[in-house]
């Protein structure tokens, strides 16, 4: 899906999937300025359907539910 996602353009699905990985979260568009990535901001705008989109069409909201679900899980089962 990464690739069918951000194949046009200079964005690659490999560039975002580090820069998510660096980050620690999906990145806006001041983050992809901020880092010289511009670019992959506006690709994902103009052809993508946006920031919103591209999330929820690479499961990623869905991976921050569960990632967030196991840490709350973690901190209480250390207060119980």
């Known amino acids: 899906i990464w690739t069918a996602l951000l194949s046009k353009g200079t964005a690659t699905a490999g560039e975002l999937s580090d820069i998510i990985d660096e980050l620690e979260y999906f990145p ?3 983050d992809l300025q901020r880092i ?3 670019s992959l ?4 705008n103009k052809y993508h359907g ?3 989109s ?4 690479i499961g990623y909201n869905e991976q921050m539910r569960i ?3 196991e840490r709350l899980d973690e ?4 207060v119980a």
């Not at 901001?41 to 994902?44: D, L, R, S």
């Not at 901190?75 to 250390?78: M, Y």
Request: hydrophobic fraction near 30%.
């Open 75 to 78: 901190i209480v089962s250390t």
């Open 50 to 52: 946006g920031y919103p």
């Open 28 to 30: 806006t568009y001041p």
């Open 41 to 44: 901001g506006q690709a994902i």
């Open 36 to 38: 010289g990535k511009h």
């Open 67 to 69: 990632k967030l679900a």
């Open 54 to 57: 591209v999330r929820e069409r």
